[in-house]
């Protein structure tokens, strides 16, 4: 299997020639093993070297034989050093058991190779951290990949693995995805493991899932690793069907039970009135069109969000991020910390339970507004980034004149729309549904009430047919290898 013939499958398409016996799990993986040498000599996306041999898996799963990478934040797996992205952890802290994501992703037959880059904490929406230096996007290496799955959506772009792990506390799924023309779903809360760490997973804003090309890839991905967990301090309704079903074309008809006639509300206006690029806003108001094309109904309308409780909500996720650092048997040392990451955990020393109850409150009234809105509303279309993706430094991590809350804002300011779903707990994805005028990629967001990922991937697979991406391909991508 040469680079080309590979890197032209997505993960259902490989799975499906591996079941055939048209190509062995080895070949694939040696291709895979090739493309991402390829792809990191020209993106800087691989956190280590690669695995050798692959992380032990079940070949027989649904997606037994397809190439795979875990971030570099987890989830963890037993004896993996995890740095997450950051110089003070030294070598890396070998990962004492597979959290029950990984081991999810193992019985799935995910063939794990390596680990991808992220930014210090996962807290910044570029993926530019001292210790590796900036990931480069394929599509123009002066531009950043989006953050924090940053070296994740690089290689999955470039051909390099058709899926890739990645989580999501602000919009980390969504915005790379849009920075590299990916589909990025982040699930909602409960769907997938999130485990006990990170004070309950983030206090529910944190999701664990995804990178894909395609958003077959992604139903059948969460085909296999949805569900509770034990000891979960969340649980989203079940699903009545497999998410596969969703995304096959006779889901895609009739009425609203099947995705027809939806209610759905398009929206290019920042609740934090950041400004807006011309072109991604037209790539949003095109995707409003498409969608009435196909018979739904389209309006324009907001839910009439307060950003200052967004922003507090936020305040609050920085604490469970900082956690894991704090509590750690050795304090990381101070000055090897980017300044970011310095004065959040002087944030999280310095507020107690009252600062996290005012946080959670504030995120709960967000909820309440966000509810009543998708009450009448089956979908809120926006864009995913109000900027096309940016040039690296342009968001400085490691500024010592940030606070929070100014680091926060400025993040916010490039990417203001991911966040509402993560302090809320709802589904989102990001779909590469244009291109600019210089031919970089630009998402556009679909937001749906909670537990409804169904309903965003029936949508999601229709646009796919009427707007399709399948072709698009980078300029560094193992397809033109």
Same mark, same amino acid.
């Given at each position: 299997?040469?680079l080309?013939?590979?890197? +032209? ?6 799975? $499906? ?42 070949p ?15 989830? %963890? ?6 740095? +997450?992205?950051?110089r ?11 959290h029950?994501?990984?081991?999810r ?20 929406? =570029?993926t *530019? ?7 480069? &996007? ?5 531009? =950043?990949?989006?953050?924090?799955s ?22 980390? /799924? ?15 809360r409960?769907?997938?493991? $999130? ?9 529910g ?20 690793v949805?569900?509770? %967990? ?10 009545a ?25 398009v929206?290019?206006?920042?609740w ?5 690029d011309? *072109? ?21 309308a ?8 967004v /922003?507090?909500?936020? %305040?609050?996720?920085?604490?469970? %991020?900082?956690?894991?650092f ?7 040392p101070?000055?090897?910390? *980017?300044?970011? #990451? ?25 909820g ?13 279309? $926006?864009p ?9 430094? =342009? ?10 809350? #100014? ?6 300011d ?7 779903? &993560?302090? =809320?707990?709802v ?14 990629? /630009? ?9 409804? *990922? ?28």
């Open positions: 299997m040469d080309h013939e590979y890197a +032209c499958h997505d993960a259902v398409g490989l799975r $499906t020639l591996i079941a055939k016996g048209e190509v062995s799990a080895a070949e694939v993986e040696a291709a895979a093993r090739k493309a991402l040498g390829w792809a990191n000599d020209r993106l800087n996306a691989l956190a280590a070297p690669l695995f050798g041999p692959a992380l032990s898996h079940d027989q799963g649904p997606l037994g034989g397809v190439p795979f990478l875990i971030k570099d934040t987890g989830p %963890m797996a037993e004896g993996v050093p995890f740095r +997450c992205g950051s003070s952890l030294g070598p890396g802290i070998p990962a004492p058991a597979d029950e994501l990984m081991r992703f193992r019985a799935a037959g995910l063939v794990t190779l390596g680990l991808t880059i992220s930014p210090e904490m996962g807290l910044s929406f =570029t *530019e951290p001292l210790l590796h230096g900036p990931v480069r &996007n394929p599509w123009d290496p002066s531009r =950043t990949v989006g953050g924090s940053g070296g994740a959506a690089a290689l999955v772009a470039a051909g390099a693995v058709p899926v890739a792990h990645a989580n999501d506390g602000a919009g980390s /799924i969504r915005v790379p995805a849009s920075c590299c023309g990916l589909v990025g779903l982040k699930p909602s409960g769907r997938t493991p $999130t485990g006990a760490g990170l004070g309950a997973a983030a206090f804003m944190l999701s664990e899932f995804a990178l894909t090309r395609t958003v077959r890839d992604a139903a059948a991905l969460l085909d296999a949805h569900g509770p %967990m034990a000891g979960g301090a969340f649980a989203a309704p079940p699903p069907r497999p998410y596969a079903r969703e995304v096959r074309p006779d889901a895609r008809a009739g009425g609203p039970s099947q995705g027809g006639g939806l209610r759905v509300a929206t290019t206006r920042a934090s009135g950041a400004g807006v011309p *072109e991604v806003a037209a790539a949003t108001v095109h995707a409003g069109e498409a969608l009435a094309a196909l018979g739904h109904h389209v309006e324009e907001s839910p009439p969000l307060g950003w200052d409780e /922003i507090r909500a936020c %305040m609050i996720e920085t604490v469970a %991020m900082a956690a894991p704090l509590l750690a048997p050795r304090q990381p101070a000055d090897r910390l *980017e300044a970011v #990451s310095r004065r959040v955990l002087a944030y999280a020393r310095e507020h107690g339970a009252v600062d996290l109850v005012a946080g959670l409150d504030a995120a709960g009234r967000v309440q507004v966000l509810d009543r809105f998708l009450a009448e509303h089956d979908l809120l279309v $926006t995913t980034l109000a900027r096309l993706p940016v040039p690296h430094g =342009t968001l400085r991590y490691d500024d010592p004149g940030h606070t929070v809350e #100014s680091w926060l804002r400025e993040i916010f490039f990417g203001p729309f991911t966040s509402v779903a &993560n302090v =809320t707990g589904p989102a994805v990001s779909l590469p549904l244009g291109q600019s005028a210089g031919d970089l990629p /630009i998402g556009v967001q679909i937001i749906a009430a909670h537990g409804r *990922e169904d309903l965003l991937l029936r949508v999601s697979a229709a646009l796919e047919e009427a707007m399709p991406w399948r072709d698009r391909r980078p300029p560094l991508s193992a397809r033109r290898a």
